[in-house]
Structure formats: structure tokens, C-alpha cells
Antibody
Framework: QVTLRESGPALVKPTQTLTLTCTFSGFSLSTSGMCVSWIRQPPGKALEWLARIDWDDDKYYSTSLKTRLTISKDTSKNQVVLTMTNMDPVDTATFYC????????????WGQGILVTVSS | DIQMTQSPSSLSASVGDRVTITCRASQSISSYLNWYQQKPGKAPKLLIYAASSLQSGVPSRFSGSGSGTDFTLTISSLQPEDFATFYCQQSYSTPYSFGQGTKLEIK
């Protein structure tokens, strides 16, 4: 059974760095073709893809946010970490992590999401 | 970056209706197109992958078609549990992108 769960702060101040952790089970990020992505969704708005990390440690980022994002993995802990620097109130959103299989090229399992509010 | 445009942005329909949502990519994405359903307060759920493949466990009233730049999601006979927001997403190349969403409401 595949599950993913996001964890991190619910509130951050402007200019701070956000660190989110995705803890997953039911698959291994050392298996060929396995990837994990982060996706965010501001309240009432559309989904926005942020980043992806692959089984072989390849990494991909949103064009508009790549200078602020870092994605990493700890395969032994079944965790993927996303950091986003210089947070702003417009970054307030629900952040999701999701599994991506290169074979099907889709996000087949998602975490429940974590709402992060940026406010002083 | 590839832009995804959905239409309509919102749609009112009745139980039993046949509904079609369209998605257009700003360049050819072959069949690398996925559809998701999202209900309020919940994570998106994968419905269709590779333009026309039904995800396991998804009812057969959902279907997808298209290739290149134009795609459609069809619900053959709306059920009460289908009212939600639907998103298309291209996985042809990173950075991945989603459409702006289509909110399906009860008439």
C-alpha cells in the first residue's frame, strides 16, 4: 500500500526558508523509474508543479522558482525534502508530495497536503 | 515551458448528463496528458493517464482522448459523486504544468 505524508510548519514568516518533508511507504526511491514531486496549490487556485527528484538523484525544478527551491532525498528514511527560500505571503498554499512513475508518466499517489501560511 | 489551457473554466450539469472537458497544450505533447479530479479539501486523484488509459479503480464512465495538442475528458453519465474540479496535466517534459481547472457543478 503506497502512502505519502507531508510534514512541516503551518506558519512561516516572510523572508524565512520553508522546509517540508515527504515521508512515504509502499515503494522505494532506489527503484528504477520511481520519482517524487512537490506540487502546490494556493487557496482557491490551480495546481502548480514545483520539483521532482528521481531514483538516480536527477532533479528538476519549476522555471520560475528554481532559484528558490532545493529538493533532496534520504532513501534510507524514505523521505524527500523540499526547501523554499525567501518565503512571501503569495507563497501561501497547500503543498502536496506525489509519486511519479516514469513508465506511466503520471502522479498516481498523493499525500494529503499541508497548508503553509506565510505571514508576519 | 508548455502552457495548458482548459475549457470551460466552469460547467453546470445534471446527474445523468454527458459532459466533455477540453484541454489544449501550447505545443505537441504526444499522449503525455493526464487528468485529475479534486474534491474540496482533498488531494487530486488520478483518473486518466497517457491521454486515454483509465487508472485502476476509476469508473468506466470516465474516458479520455486526444493526442498532440488537443485532448478531452468525457464523463458519460454524471453521478452525484463526480461533482468536483478537474485538471489536465502534461508530463511530456519538465517543468510539468497543469491546466487552470474546470469546476463541475450541479445544475
Amino acid at each position: 500500500q503506497v502512502t505519502l505524508r507531508e510534514s512541516g510548519p503551518a506558519l512561516v514568516k516572510p523572508t524565512q526558508t520553508l522546509t517540508l518533508t515527504c515521508t512515504f511507504s509502499g515503494f522505494s526511491l532506489s527503484t528504477s523509474g520511481m520519482c517524487v514531486s512537490w506540487i502546490r496549490q494556493p487557496p482557491g487556485k490551480a495546481l502548480e508543479w514545483l520539483a521532482r527528484i528521481d531514483w538516480d538523484d536527477d532533479k528538476y525544478y519549476s522555471t520560475s522558482l528554481k532559484t528558490r527551491l532545493t529538493i533532496s532525498k534520504d532513501t534510507s528514511k524514505n523521505q524527500v525534502v523540499l526547501t523554499m527560500t525567501n518565503m512571501d505571503p503569495v507563497d501561501t498554499a497547500t503543498f502536496y508530495c506525489a509519486r511519479f512513475l516514469t513508465g506511466d508518466s503520471s502522479f498516481d499517489y498523493w499525500g494529503q497536503g499541508i497548508l503553509v501560511t506565510v505571514s508576519s | 515551458d508548455i502552457q495548458m489551457t482548459q475549457s470551460p473554466s466552469s460547467l453546470s450539469a445534471s446527474v445523468g448528463d454527458r459532459v466533455t472537458i477540453t484541454c489544449r497544450a501550447s505545443q505537441s505533447i504526444s499522449s503525455y496528458l493526464n487528468w485529475y479530479q479534486q474534491k474540496p479539501g482533498k488531494a487530486p486523484k488520478l483518473l486518466i493517464y497517457a491521454a486515454s488509459s483509465l487508472q485502476s479503480g476509476v469508473p468506466s464512465r470516465f474516458s479520455g482522448s486526444g493526442s498532440g495538442t488537443d485532448f478531452t475528458l468525457t464523463i458519460s453519465s454524471l453521478q452525484p459523486e463526480d461533482f468536483a474540479t478537474f485538471y489536465c496535466q502534461q508530463s511530456y517534459s519538465t517543468p510539468y504544468s497543469f491546466g487552470q481547472g474546470t469546476k463541475l457543478e450541479i445544475k
